[in-house]
């Protein structure tokens, strides 16, 4: 009774986990809690599977091992083939660009190996931008509880009987997770690949041993319902607030964002830590969280949280893949990606997951008997086995021919080529430019002076003619060879950045593949610091991710009220962030007098031929109109 009621209450916790994935849809500020989801799945799991293990020695010297095999498979292996060859059909009729490595991916995850495959096959930059982004990428955390499910009934017959007393197994499940946050902090700042920290069985067993360890001091089966004493009740429900608390900090906190060291060093194990706090108050059925955590909602969801968590990328990969605006009504297609990924869910367990968690060879040869029973009219059953033929076979065969499919290799790809280019020439460049301006001496110049030597230079010695039918003048392409500024952006500056470069040679341009917007502050920094940050300050960021207003205002703090900042918005139709990021650039407008909104989405929205397939980075083509708009902007407000 007392281990059902913490199984309806842990329902609730495990709604928290897919609260944090839907919440990373609805809205881009809070992706954090899209990963941190998983540490709670890898918590329960652990504390769960132990204390039913632990309780079985303890009520009976033994466990049945056999049966638990044979439960985990019946419970896990249905939906997962199910979502693995549901979307190999999907990619075989409708997505074939998908194909390549499909067979790889599929025995991957059925062999529970598919995070170490992921550590080797991590996808590039220029793939997930090339709407290539792989529909299976969160099966990983899958692999790692299959691992942990083979290998943990062994690891507890080993402690049960040679460690024997349950405080030293404590302190040992203890120190192991111990070592593997450790591990994965040391492989951080000695700049290991991030994918084998954040994919690996090692630095990841953390979450799993502290909710074993959990299970070993906190046994369900030992908890009382009555609380003697009601102080020891209310302090039970206040660990429980703080703790929550806590969590929901550490869902929004900057600090755990994936990309800052924090998380790594320290950060996802204190999380987990607290999911263990959390998760014990849950378990007592004397605290009110217990109470407060069964409710009907949090039942369903938590009861449905298997294929929500699996389903929900292919659902989002294959939607998203067939429309391109995106960024104009992200609430309404993330909307539609919700019902689509809670209707399948619903489906898919009341066919797949549920009827399946009890299946027998008996209740199997009965099945087939109907179906290929022709007097018989049970015409529902005979249509669900016909989908599921239509879908084994398409499945198969799209599994069959992906070994001869040759992937492409989107870092040989023009652009990426293009980059690549720029990058060396960037680099050179801006040594030499650096150099001269520690050297010069800052004069300021008459403004009326500079245009009238320009105009002067426009009609005489005409520069860069071959951009004026980009839209640009003459005298601005004069103008563009005196001004100075000082550049940082993303890929989309960077593939474009030639351009920039040619239109305005004393621009120090500083742009790279998969910026963030905090890469910039230290850039800033470092550059005011050398005494080579220009008047006019150019920002390219946003493209791979929304930020805040305090971001924003870092920047401006940074740059100082004296200098001037143009900031282009961003282009990408494909990502839910393109209105986030840009409505929170005129607001900067607004807040700064010295803050200039370079209008690249407006200008190119009705110019698909400028930009690549990814439908964000411009082309040859869109490079030069990319370019010569931003030059014309700058040189109209800008700081000579």
């Not at 998760?279 to 217990?290: E, F, L």
């Not at 989309?492 to 905090?518: F, W, Y």
Request: proline letters at 3%.
């Amino acid at each position: 009774m007392r281990r059902n009621r913490f199984i309806t209450g842990y329902s609730g916790l495990r709604t928290l986990a897919v609260i944090g994935v839907i919440l990373y849809h609805f809205d881009p500020n809070s992706f954090i809690g899209g990963y941190l989801g998983v540490p709670i799945f890898f918590v329960l799991s652990g504390y769960l599977v132990t204390d039913h293990m632990l309780n079985s020695y303890d009520q009976t010297g033994t466990y049945n091992n056999r049966r638990f095999y044979l439960n985990r498979i019946k419970r896990l292996y249905p939906q997962l083939i199910a979502v693995l060859w549901i979307s190999a059909t999907y990619i075989f009729l409708f997505q074939m660009n998908l194909l390549a490595k499909l067979n790889q991916i599929v025995f991957a995850n059925l062999l529970n190996v598919f995070n170490f495959w992921q550590i080797n096959n991590g996808q590039s930059y220029f793939e997930r931008f090339a709407n290539n982004e792989s529909p299976f990428t969160n099966l990983w955390t899958m692999s790692i509880e299959g691992q942990f499910y083979i290998v943990w009934p062994l690891v507890i017959f080993l402690l049960v009987k040679l460690v024997k007393k349950k405080k030293r197994i404590f302190y040992f499940l203890i120190a192991v997770s111990l070592l593997s946050a450790i591990e994965m902090a040391i492989l951080y700042l000695t700049k290991a690949d991030i994918n084998r920290i954040y994919y690996g069985t090692d630095t990841r067993f953390f979450s799993l041993g502290l909710g074993a360890a959990l299970a070993v001091i906190w046994p369900v089966e030992e908890l009382n319902p009555e609380v003697p004493k009601q102080q020891d009740r209310i302090l039970l429900d206040v660990i429980g607030l703080v703790s929550f608390i806590l969590l929901l900090v550490m869902y929004f906190a900057k600090a755990m964002n994936p990309q800052q060291a924090f998380a790594y060093c320290g950060g996802m194990l204190l999380f987990s830590l607290i999911v263990c706090i959390f998760t014990g108050v849950i378990a007592h059925p004397g605290s009110h969280w217990n109470q407060i955590m069964t409710n009907k909602l949090f039942d369903w969801i938590g009861s449905r949280s298997y294929g929500i968590y699996l389903y929900q990328f292919p659902i989002m990969i294959f939607f998203e893949s067939k429309i391109n605006n995106l960024g104009d009504h992200p609430i309404l297609y993330r909307v539609i990606e919700l019902v689509l990924i809670l209707v399948i869910s619903e489906v898919t367990y009341r066919l797949i997951e549920r009827p399946m968690s009890k299946i027998t060879w008996k209740k199997t040869k009965q099945y087939f008997g109907h179906v290929f029973d022709m007097q018989a009219k049970n015409y529902v059953k005979k249509i669900q086995a016909a989908l599921a033929a239509f879908v084994l076979i398409f499945g198969s065969v799209a599994i069959a021919i992906s070994p001869h499919v040759k992937a492409e290799d989107f870092n040989k790809s023009q652009l990426a080529q293009r980059i690549k280019r720029n990058a060396k020439k960037q680099k050179l460049d801006n040594a030499k430019l650096i150099e001269k301006l520690k050297k010069q001496k800052k004069q300021k110049e008459n403004d009326s002076k500079i245009i009238k030597e320009a105009a002067e230079k426009a009609k005489s010695n005409p520069v860069n003619q071959s951009y004026v039918k980009y839209g640009i003048s003459q005298l601005d392409l004069e103008l563009a060879q005196k001004v100075q500024v000082t550049a940082i952006g993303d890929s989309v500056m960077a593939g474009s950045s030639n351009d920039l470069k040619q239109l305005m040679p004393k621009a120090l341009i500083d742009a790279a593949v998969s910026r963030q917007l905090n890469v910039a502050f230290g850039l800033l920094d470092n550059y005011k610091r050398q005494g080579v940050l220009a008047d006019n300050v150019l920002i390219g960021l946003g493209t791979n991710g929304p930020f805040s207003m305090d971001d924003l205002n870092r920047i401006m703090q940074e740059v100082g009220p004296k200098r001037k900042v143009f900031w282009i918005n961003v282009h990408v139709p494909t990502r839910d962030w393109q209105r986030p990021v840009n409505d929170l650039l005129k607001q900067g407008a607004k807040r700064y007098h010295n803050f200039i909104i370079i209008d690249w989405y407006s200008y190119s929205k009705d110019h698909p031929k400028w930009f690549y397939d990814d439908h964000t980075h411009p082309n040859i083509t869109g490079s030069k109109y990319y370019s010569t708009f931003i030059t014309k902007t700058i040189i109209k407000h800008s700081k000579f």
